[in-house]
Nanobody
Framework: VQLQASGGGLVQAGGSLRLSCAAS????????VGWFRQTPGKEREFVTS????????NYADSVKGRFTISRDNAKNTVYLQMNSLKPEDTAVYYC???????????????WGQGTLVTVSS
């Protein structure tokens, strides 16, 4: 199973970016898929997750109201729409998946490679 994350880049504060996480080798069914982020010297932190089966979502308080996670069943892809970006959102963003359980920082079956998001002030 491979998770391919893409969509990172440089954006000014207040701008938007959309990240994508495409899965190959496995079709998501009862998995939860999430996004995490990490900055140098800090632990990887949870951003958001979605249950593939019913679309239920969960967000970190720091991104509520600004970020939206969604899925495309046909493309086996998860998206992270990031609006009203702040400099403190700068990080390497990783997607991850967990079979049949909620995905958390310590509970992951598959990690994607990171994609760098840089928000300038």
């Amino acid at each position: 199973v491979q998770l391919q994350a893409s969509g990172g880049g440089l954006v000014q504060a207040g701008g938007s970016l959309r990240l994508s996480c495409a899965a190959s080798g496995r079709t998501f069914t009862s998995d939860s898929v999430g996004w995490f982020r990490q900055t140098p010297g800090k632990e990887r932190e949870f951003v958001t997750s979605i249950w593939w089966s019913d679309g239920a979502t969960n967000y970190a308080d720091s991104v509520k109201g600004r970020f939206t996670i969604s899925r495309d069943n046909a493309k086996n892809t998860v998206y992270l729409q990031m609006n009203s970006l702040k400099p403190e959102d700068t990080a390497v963003y990783y997607c991850a998946a967990k079979r049949r359980m909620a995905v958390t920082t310590g509970n992951v079956d598959y990690w994607g490679q990171g994609t760098l998001v840089t928000v300038s002030s």
